[in-house]
């Protein structure tokens, strides 16, 4: 079992910077860790992904503006957004899957999320 803690999120004005973070608890065996989003009235979608080994993942809304980074070490992923837009306002969760999990399926373990508005 894996218990993913999430943190960082808050309200940004448009333009802004925030960095999220993960840290994951517990004896479950984790190859890759990532954030998906899930605005009002839209389905769930993947924003990045990074695997035990450095491989990345991104969605192409956010190619460009966001860094998903990882430190093995301490269990803990880390995604740092720049150039923040409205339509980036969402609850962000962070995911984690085991070893033969791939950058785009597989998460079997999930955070509460945590709360990204992007306003003026």
């Known amino acids: 079992q894996v218990r993913l803690v999430e943190s960082g999120g808050g309200l940004v004005q448009p333009g802004g910077s925030l960095r999220l973070s993960c840290a994951a608890f517990?004896?479950?065996?984790?190859?890759?860790m990532g954030w998906y989003r899930q605005a009002p009235g839209k389905q769930r979608e993947l924003v990045a992904t990074?695997?035990?080994?450095?491989?990345?993942h991104y969605a192409d809304s956010v190619k460009g503006r966001f860094t998903i980074s990882r430190d093995n070490a301490k269990s803990t992923v880390y995604l740092s957004m720049n150039s923040l837009k409205p339509e980036d306002t969402a609850v962000y969760y962070c995911?984690?899957?085991?070893?033969?999990?791939?950058?785009?399926?597989?998460?079997?373990?999930w955070g509460r999320g945590t709360q990204v508005t992007v306003s003026s």
């Open positions: 990074i695997s035990r080994v450095g491989g990345t």
């Open positions: 517990g004896t479950g065996s984790i190859f890759v």
């Open positions: 995911a984690a899957g085991p070893n033969g999990a791939s950058l785009r399926a597989g998460f079997d373990s």
